[in-house]
């Protein structure tokens, strides 16, 4: 499957951004799907996990962000409220179906400006 991201871009704290990852190639109710991040010189976090029954969310993005998807559209959303310029990252989503996430998307960089 083909993942890619897209509405990325630069945000004042308090602000809100949405991010897209379109899936081509498979329906993405076939996979598991996760929102990642990384920030410079950090390793990369898991942000939003759907399991397939629910969603995890990391502690720092409880009550702010959230995840949803479009079957139809083949497309997962992050819904990114009250931001943060601790937030500021190169954001992925990514899918597995067994185990280890096996395909990611390329990244889109949220910023976040006090």
């Known amino acids: 499957v083909h993942l890619e991201e897209s509405g990325g871009g630069l945000a004042q704290a308090g602000g809100s951004l949405r991010l897209s990852c379109t899936a081509s190639g498979r329906p993405i109710n076939t996979y598991a799907m996760g929102w990642f991040r990384q920030a410079p010189g950090k390793e990369r976090e898991s942000v939003a996990i759907?399991?397939?029954?629910?969603?995890t969310y990391a502690d720092s993005v409880k009550g702010r962000f959230t995840m949803s998807r479009d079957s139809d559209k083949s497309t997962v959303y992050l819904q990114m409220n009250n931001l943060r310029p601790e937030d500021t990252a190169v954001y992925y989503c990514?899918?597995?179906?067994?185990?280890?996430?096996?395909?990611w998307g390329q990244g889109t960089q949220v910023t976040v400006s006090t």
């Open positions: 990514a899918a597995r179906q067994f185990g280890t996430y096996e395909f």
């Open positions: 759907w399991s397939g029954i629910s969603t």
